[in-house]
């Protein structure tokens, strides 16, 4: 039963990195259409400014203030990194979605090579505070600290992002242009500056993503593909919650991350067979398209 | 009198076909000017080319501008409220929300469009996908109504809508054409001759008459260009 609640803990924290992942993928699918494959490089590029600014500033600072400005930084080069794409790189080619497809991927593969020659292509490890890496007790079971950063974080982003679109004016904007982008047009808005808005806020989910990953499910390790394989998991939570819902990705982000943990002890750890565990995701999501085609919170096209 | 709206040689294909073949007309500031025509000749892409929705070629001017080649959003804020065919209010927002994304400036004439359609303040939390057709429409035209727009492009108001609903809406239409401009698009002809004092009519992509609205009182002339008896 321990265990049982332990591979909870970690499955809803893994569901809360997916839904950081996801999320920003999610919104920028939704109103403009653009399957942006080089999200996976903004979390990337969180990472590794993450661990430039944690080795780079003097230590006298201390692991805690460190860490807390890794995160701050990683968030906000993520953003940087994806408004300039927006504005240079995707801009001109609205409404040419392969152009749109292999522009994205090939910045990826760009800046994935070009992270590799600047910083190698082995691991760097990130120093954290200890007590990031401690567990804490309760009720019996030891859970790791630095799930419950991945898990705040979510929890905060969700609440974030859902008050953003709800309340702000760019907020209900950007819903209306996910309903009727022409509409919105033709209410006297520009659209356009509602896009780059998406894609910052995207951009530093992204970034955010990418650094919690390194902390609480890499060991602190950096490397220039992680943002690649996290993506590839961001897109199945996309689909299956529904491009363009937010709550939707959060679901299925808990879904999918539940998932992973339990197979990947409860069959995988068994036979043996340790890629069960992202087998089971692909599983998922071939399941619930069957019965949802636009996933669980999916809008009429 | 300047005009509000000059077209010329207005040219639009839509996926390879060609919808409009050279439409010349102007829209006279003050007043109703209604474009007719049977279905599929035209209409509703020619005000969309007016607020830059779909591409064309040829020359339009918006209240005193050259707007060929604008954003849409730019030629909007020269001052036009637009009510399209479909209504195309935003089901997913609130019917306050709606009307907030129809805001521009400090302008947002409230109190008015709320006297003009009450339903509106009582139903502001409903979302507007939950509004029947005649209150989706209500809303629709709310928004284009909420800032006293010099100019209205009204894409076929009283389309699916009960009589009672429709003569409604034409009054609504009447008060806000007494400070406004309106380019009304409609089949109704009893709606067009309570509105309208001028017409234009288009077929196959060009126009084929400009006059008055008296000219519908005319049932050969009305046959012959629009495909129906003219008692109406």
């Known amino acids: 039963m321990n265990i049982f609640l332990v591979l909870t803990f970690s499955g809803v924290?893994?569901?809360?990195?997916?839904?950081?992942?996801?999320?920003?993928?999610?919104?920028?699918?939704?109103?403009?259409?653009?399957?942006?494959f080089a999200h996976g490089l903004f979390m990337t590029l969180g990472a590794y400014a993450g661990y430039e600014i944690a080795t780079r500033l003097p230590s006298s600072l201390g692991a805690p203030t460190l860490v807390i400005l890794a995160i701050i930084g990683a968030t906000v080069v993520g953003a940087l990194a994806a408004g300039v794409t927006e504005l240079i790189l995707i801009r001109p080619l609205y409404g040419k979605p392969i152009s749109q497809i292999l522009i994205t991927i090939g910045l990826d593969l760009a800046g994935v090579g070009l992270l590799m020659g600047g910083f190698g292509s082995t691991a760097l490890q990130i120093p954290v505070p200890l007590w990031l890496i401690e567990p804490t007790h309760i009720g019996g079971l030891y859970l790791p600290n630095a799930s419950f950063l991945a898990i705040g974080a979510g929890v905060l982003v969700l609440i974030g992002l859902e008050m953003f679109l709800a309340l702000t004016r760019y907020g209900i904007i950007i819903r209306a242009g996910v309903e009727n982008r022409e509409m919105v047009r033709a209410l006297g808005i520009d659209v356009g500056r509602a896009f780059t808005l998406v894609f910052v806020i995207g951009g530093a989910m992204a970034g955010l993503a990418g650094i919690l990953y390194t902390i609480v499910f890499s060991g602190d390790l950096v490397s220039p593909n992680q943002g690649d394989s996290l993506l590839i998991f961001a897109f199945i939570v996309v689909v299956i919650g529904g491009l363009g819902s937010i709550r939707g990705s959060a679901v299925a982000a808990l879904a999918v991350g539940l998932l992973q943990q339990y197979t990947s002890f409860y069959i995988g750890g068994h036979s043996g067979w340790a890629q069960i565990g992202d087998l089971s995701t692909v599983l998922l999501l071939a399941v619930v398209l069957e019965w949802r085609p636009r996933g669980l919170f999916g809008r009429v096209a | 009198m300047t005009n509000a709206v000059e077209i010329s040689d207005l040219h639009v294909s839509i996926s390879g076909s060609h919808v409009l073949q050279g439409v010349s007309f102007s829209v006279p500031s003050g007043g109703v000017t209604a474009l007719l025509g049977r279905n599929g000749v035209g209409k509703t892409t020619t005000l969309r080319a007016i607020l830059g929705l779909v591409a064309s070629s040829g020359?339009?001017?918006?209240?005193?501008?050259?707007?060929?080649?604008?954003?849409?959003?730019?030629?909007?804020?020269?001052?036009?409220?637009?009510?399209?065919?479909?209504?195309?209010?935003?089901?997913?927002?609130?019917?306050?929300?709606?009307?907030?994304?129809?805001?521009?400036?400090?302008?947002?004439?409230?109190?008015?469009?709320?006297?003009?359609?009450?339903?509106?303040?009582?139903?502001?939390?409903?979302?507007?996908?939950?509004?029947?057709?005649?209150?989706?429409?209500?809303?629709?035209?709310?928004?284009a109504l909420l800032n006293h727009r010099p100019l209205l492009l009204i894409d076929e108001p009283s389309k699916g809508l009960a009589p009672k609903i429709v003569s409604e809406f034409a009054g609504v239409l009447e008060r806000a054409a007494e400070h406004s401009t309106v380019l009304l698009v409609e089949q109704n002809l009893s709606v067009v001759k309570r509105l309208a004092q001028r017409i234009v009519v288009l077929d196959h992509g060009e126009?084929?008459?400009?006059?008055?609205?008296?000219?519908?009182?005319?049932?050969?002339?009305?046959?012959?260009?629009?495909?129906?008896?003219g008692a109406a």
């Open chain 1, 13 to 36: 924290a893994l569901g809360a990195i997916y839904f950081l992942a996801a999320s920003g993928l999610s919104l920028i699918y939704g109103l403009m259409d653009v399957l942006n």
């Open chain 2, 59 to 143: 020359r339009i001017q918006v209240l005193g501008n050259e707007v060929s080649g604008w954003p849409t959003h730019r030629i909007v804020r020269l001052g036009i409220g637009y009510v399209p065919e479909d209504r195309d209010v935003f089901s997913g927002l609130t019917v306050e929300q709606n009307l907030r994304l129809a805001e521009s400036g400090s302008g947002a004439q409230y109190d008015e469009v709320f006297s003009l359609f009450p339903e509106l303040k009582t139903r502001g939390r409903q979302r507007a996908g939950t509004l029947s057709g005649g209150q989706q429409q209500m809303l629709s035209i709310a928004r």
């Open chain 2, 207 to 229: 126009v084929v008459h400009r006059g008055e609205v008296v000219d519908l009182e005319d049932p050969t002339l009305v046959r012959q260009l629009l495909g129906v008896a």
